[in-house]
């Protein structure tokens, strides 16, 4: 079994008091396979129910939600299934499929003798995110995303020594250069992590074979299948559909994206989307790659200014893979071993541009970037720290990073601004910026800051005489 982040997520919900749980992501990035074996490891009994293969067994959900009537229904269904009061957990997986069984987890809520895991691949596809008729259980559910491996859940899986990674975190953060060997070994595990990405499927693979032939294999397969549901909905009865209009608009926005990418500027651009249609239309498409987890959207903005949102530019966008792997698998033959030797070719910039993004992607950070109206400077990511904008540039070689210098150096009309560059470089700096090595986006930590309030003793706030 891989291990994963989200594994202390789930240790940390069971130990607090907790509402049914809702894991929301791209298909085939493992959330049935960790929930179960969570189930497995932490309670005395699992209930599993498949919404999407077992359609029987929806209508336990159709009656007034009494938890005990949809345990006799479940258990009539499914007469190997038991549930042990405070000792069992209800997995509900592919939840989306039956609009009851979301509506009931306030009940399962209320009662409180059951936990309940649920899993969603297309909770905010069209199609599945129309009014429920018996109401979302607001306040009485949790969500939470879950993304393919990270790089540093790559690392964690070869085996590397703590040692190594308590090392670099703090080499990082105190902007001291890596040692020469470690620095070697890690840029040579990054490179492979390009090319196999962290699908687990594709991960596994690697890691029992190290054959990234099989590896692309698994890939294509897993695009092929993510690619067959494109365009399902549930229609006006609950039955699934499939709009076969917005599954040509949703293939043909995806095989865009390699060009798209390969652009001196990466904007996404309908006109490059080979499928009738008008921009607003083709938009629908796009938008359903998001819905199902499957790309990511970076917002161009009008300013340098916190908070990012505000200058936002919704019309201008790029686009990316969640997983870099997906996207290499799409390219040119040749591009594994070119990125293996150092060279990624004319897809440089796209390749590197993309980990960046899936990096802060998966560790639920906004998109943002800067593109000015005349063209230039061009800032390849913005971040938000304490109310401040930060730089981002990304190099695939160490060259140099001429936007951001331009803008540090203008700090009259772009104003005062820490920045960063990620190179195929150590750890270093330069004028007014820190330079960090590819691989370090490996290393970034979700900040989880203190939000407590201080509290006000009301009872002592006196009206003057």
């Known amino acids: 079994m891989l291990q994963r982040e989200i594994w202390n997520d789930l240790i940390s919900w069971k130990k607090r008091p907790h509402h049914p749980l809702i894991i929301k992501g791209l298909r085939q990035i493992g959330k049935t396979y960790i929930v179960k074996h969570f189930g497995k490891k932490f309670y005395e009994n699992v ?84 009014p429920y008729t018996r109401g979302v259980p607001v306040g ?121 990418l390969a652009k001196e500027y990466k904007k996404f651009q309908y006109s490059l989307v080979d499928v009738k249609g008008h921009s607003p239309e083709k938009a629908d498409g796009l938008q359903y790659l998001e819905d199902v987890g499957l790309i ?31 996207l290499i698998s799409q390219l040119n033959e040749d591009v594994p071993s070119k990125i293996l030797a150092g060279d990624l ?36 990511f913005l971040y938000e720290e304490n109310g401040i904008v930060g730089i981002i540039e990304c190099k695939s070689s160490n060259n140099r990073a001429t936007s951001m210098k331009f803008v540090l150096e203008n700090s009259k009309k772009y104003g005062q601004h820490p920045a960063i560059k990620i190179a195929d470089a150590n750890v270093g700096g330069g004028k007014n910026f820190d330079t960090y090595p590819l691989y370090s986006l490996g290393f970034i930590q979700k900040k989880h800051e203190n939000n407590i309030v201080q509290t006000i003793d009301v009872k002592n706030i006196k009206v003057p005489d």
């Not at 549930?234 to 499939?242: E, L, P, R, T, V």
Request: net charge negative.
């Open 296 to 326: 990511v959207r970076s917002f161009n903005t009008r300013e340098l200014v916190y908070p990012l949102t505000a200058s936002k530019i919704s019309t201008e966008f790029k686009v990316f893979y969640i997983d870099t792997g997906l």
């Open 47 to 130: 209930v599993y129910l498949d919404l999407r293969a077992n359609k029987a067994v929806h209508k336990a959900f159709d009656g007034n939600f009494d938890v005990n009537q949809m345990i006799l229904s479940i258990t009539a269904t499914d007469t190997t299934a038991r549930f042990i009061p405070h000792k069992t957990l209800l997995i509900l997986d592919e939840i989306q499929d039956c609009t009851n069984a979301r509506s009931s987890l306030k009940y399962w809520d209320l009662d409180g003798r059951f936990d309940v895991i649920c899993t969603g691949s297309f909770l905010g596809v069209k199609g599945f995110r129309n």
């Open 345 to 380: 070719g004319p897809y440089k910039g796209a390749i590197a541009e993309n980990m960046v993004a899936s990096s802060f992607a998966k560790n639920d950070m906004d998109l943002y970037y800067f593109h000015a109206p005349s063209g230039s400077p061009e800032l390849d």
């Open 140 to 260: 009485y559910e949790e969500q939470i995303n879950m993304y393919p491996l990270t790089f540093q859940e790559f690392l964690i899986n070869t085996g590397m020594d703590k040692k190594v990674f308590d090392y670099v975190f703090k080499s990082l953060s105190e902007k001291t250069m890596i040692d020469s060997a470690v620095h070697s070994s890690l840029r040579d595990l990054y490179l492979q992590f390009l090319i196999v990405g962290g699908m687990p499927e594709a991960v596994l693979k690697f890691f029992e074979t190290h054959d990234l032939n099989q590896v692309h294999d698994i890939q294509q397969r897993i695009l092929h299948s993510i690619r067959d549901d494109f365009g399902r909905y549930k229609d006006k009865d609950g039955n699934d559909a499939i709009n076969e209009v917005l599954k040509l608009r949703a293939e043909a926005c995806l095989d865009s994206l390699p060009a798209q």
